[in-house]
C-alpha cells in the first residue's frame, strides 16, 4: 500500500506535464494562424499598391494630352521602372497565400507582363489588358478575404 501514493503523484506529474505541452502547442498554432492571417492581408495591400503603381506608370495619357513624366524613349530615365517591388509582393503572396491565391499570383504576373508590353508598344487593347489586371488583383484580394475569415 505504500506504493499507491507515489504511483498516483508520477501519474499526476505525468498529466500535468502532457496537459502543459498540448496547451503550449495549441498555443503556438493559434499564434501561427494568427500570423499567417496577418501576413496575408499585409501581403494583399503590399501587392495592391505596387500593381497600383506600375498601372499608373503604363497607362497612356487621354488622347490629345501628352504625358512630359512618361516617354517612350529607351534612352529616357522616365522610360524604365523598377519591377523589385510588384515581384517581392508576389513572392510575398506566393509563400503566403493559399494554393488558389499562388495560382492567381501565377496568373497576374502573366497579364502584368502582357499589359506592360502593350503598353510600351503602343498596341490598341492596352486598356483591356490594364482592365484584366484590375479583375486579377481584385479576384487576389477577394481570394485573401475568404481565407482570413
Known amino acids: ?19 502543459v505541452f498540448i496547451v503550449a502547442k495549441m498555443h503556438v498554432q493559434g499564434e501561427h494562424t494568427k500570423w499567417l ?30 504625358s512630359p513624366s512618361r516617354t517612350l524613349d529607351q534612352s529616357s530615365p522616365n522610360s524604365s521602372f523598377d519591377f523589385v517591388e510588384v515581384n ?23 497579364k502584368l507582363r502582357e499589359f506592360v508590353r502593350a503598353s510600351t508598344e503602343n498596341e490598341a487593347d492596352w486598356r483591356e489588358r490594364r482592365d484584366a489586371v484590375d479583375a486579377t488583383v481584385n479576384s487576389i484580394v477577394q481570394s485573401v478575404r475568404k481565407d482570413v475569415s
Open 1 to 19: 500500500m505504500e506504493w499507491i501514493s507515489p504511483v498516483v503523484s508520477g501519474i499526476g506529474a505525468v498529466l500535468s506535464l502532457l496537459a
Open 88 to 110: 517581392a509582393a508576389m513572392a510575398r503572396l506566393d509563400i503566403v497565400g493559399s494554393s488558389r491565391t499562388v495560382l492567381q499570383v501565377a496568373t497576374l504576373r502573366d
Open 37 to 66: 492571417r496577418e501576413e496575408r492581408v499585409r501581403s494583399a495591400i503590399d501587392l495592391k499598391m505596387a500593381v497600383s503603381r506600375v498601372r499608373v506608370t503604363y497607362s497612356r495619357p487621354a488622347a490629345g494630352r501628352s
